[in-house]
Nanobody, 122 residues
Framework: QVQLAESGGGVVQAGGSLTLSCSAS????????IGWFRQAPGKEREFVAA????????YYSESVKGRFTISKDSARNAVSLQMNGLKPEDTGVYYC???????????????WGQGTQVTVSS
């Protein structure tokens, strides 16, 4: 079974950059979709980005398109999320998760990491 762990969160000023990593323990298959979600206090969990493990196609929410980039690090069995031009509204706990196929719905993801906090100050 696969377990996921996020890292790389922290505090950054608006306009800054941060890179998160989702490290997988266990085997990931080419058909698996790895997604990033975020959740701010008192708000619902929100889709951010996703990609298949062995596919270069990527998907982004409109709120992060053009600013965030999702990529795979095969050597580390990980998926990264590079975040540029950060805004205060990007603040939240960021989670990575696995689904069997493309989806933006949290309920379609089966395995979740513990989350990493991202705080963007103004």
């Amino acid at each position: 079974q696969v377990q996921l762990a996020e890292s790389g969160g922290g505090v950054v000023q608006a306009g800054g950059s941060l890179t998160l990593s989702c490290s997988a323990s266990g085997r990931l298959y080419s058909s698996h979709l790895i997604g990033w979600f975020r959740q701010a206090p008192g708000k619902e969990r929100e889709f951010v980005a996703a990609r298949r493990w062995n596919d270069n196609r990527s998907y982004y929410s409109e709120s992060v398109k053009g600013r965030f980039t999702i990529s795979k690090d095969s050597a580390r069995n990980a998926v990264s999320l590079q975040m540029n031009g950060l805004k205060p509204e990007d603040t939240g706990v960021y989670y990575c998760a696995r689904a069997n196929g493309y989806s933006q719905q949290p309920s379609d993801y089966y395995i979740w990491g513990q989350g990493t906090q991202v705080t963007v100050s103004s």
